[in-house]
T-cell receptor, first 112, second 112 residues
Framework: DQQVKQNSPSLSVQEGRISILNCDYTNSMFDYFLWYKKYPAEGPTFLISISSIKDKNEDGRFTVFLNKSAKHLSLHIVPSQPGDSAVYFCAARVSGNTPLVFGKGTRLSVIA | DVKVTQSSRYLVKRTGEKVFLECVQDMDHENMFWYRQDPGLGLRLIYFSYDVKMKEKGDIPEGYSVSREKKERFSLILESASTNQTSMYLC???????????FGDGTRLSIL
């Protein structure tokens, strides 16, 4: 049973526009959420995170929003750039020393 | 910067062989992880370790074992390789569960 779901396998966005990547989760015990970005033939790199005590965290062009009542997480990229084209993974963790649970990923293509 | 190094980028082995995948991190991280990434399935946790000589099963441990004799090194072992173990293998480490995981660049393993 998937605890972290990324329902869109792919997304195409024009350069300069906003990219919105979505993630839903089922485990209400998750208290820490992360987004990773992965280019082909490279390992995932950490992008941004948010604790369950917040509803928004911003880092440059990247903003993560958390809606705990809806068990929904989203990553906004503004403005989108061709270099943002990659697979994005959402991940979550229950408090304590527990491993991350990853979604299946969304492939973002930013078209020039 | 954290460096997680996986010993091979590409590896080709035969069915039935014993295969060793090595991972070394240089930041004195307590936690280390092995994942495999397959199209449409995202990142799936095989094994993890929170301390030297300690190991825990992840979501898909069957057919694998691990070894952590030193803090910086975490080895994944395919006891008798099978074709369904052809995959991209990713190693990760983190200081603790409150910090993001850092990934190596992966080993693309083909079992013929």
């Amino acid at each position: 049973d998937q605890q972290v779901k990324q329902n869109s396998p792919s997304l195409s966005v024009q350069e300069g526009r906003i990219s919105i990547l979505n993630c839903d989760y089922t485990n209400s015990m998750f208290d820490y959420f992360l987004w990773y970005k992965k280019y082909p033939a490279e390992g995932p790199t950490f992008l941004i995170s948010i604790s369950s005590i917040k509803d928004k965290n911003e880092d440059g062009r990247f903003t993560v929003f958390l809606n705990k009542s809806a068990k929904h997480l989203s990553l906004h990229i503004v403005p989108s750039q061709p270099g943002d084209s990659a697979v994005y993974f959402c991940a979550a963790r229950v408090s304590g020393n527990t491993p991350l649970v990853f979604g299946k990923g969304t492939r973002l293509s930013v078209i020039a | 910067d954290v460096k997680v190094t996986q010993s091979s980028r590409y590896l080709v082995k035969r069915t039935g062989e014993k295969v060793f995948l090595e991972c070394v991190q240089d930041m004195d991280h307590e936690n280390m992880f092995w994942y495999r990434q397959d199209p449409g399935l995202g990142l799936r946790l095989i094994y993890f370790s929170y301390d030297v000589k300690m190991k825990e099963k992840g979501d898909i441990p069957e057919g694998y074992s691990v070894s952590r004799e030193k803090k910086e090194r975490f080895s994944l072992i395919l006891e008798s390789a099978s074709t369904n173990q052809t995959s991209m293998y990713l190693c990760a480490s983190s200081y603790d569960s409150n910090q993001p995981q850092h990934f190596g660049d992966g080993t693309r393993l083909s079992i013929l």
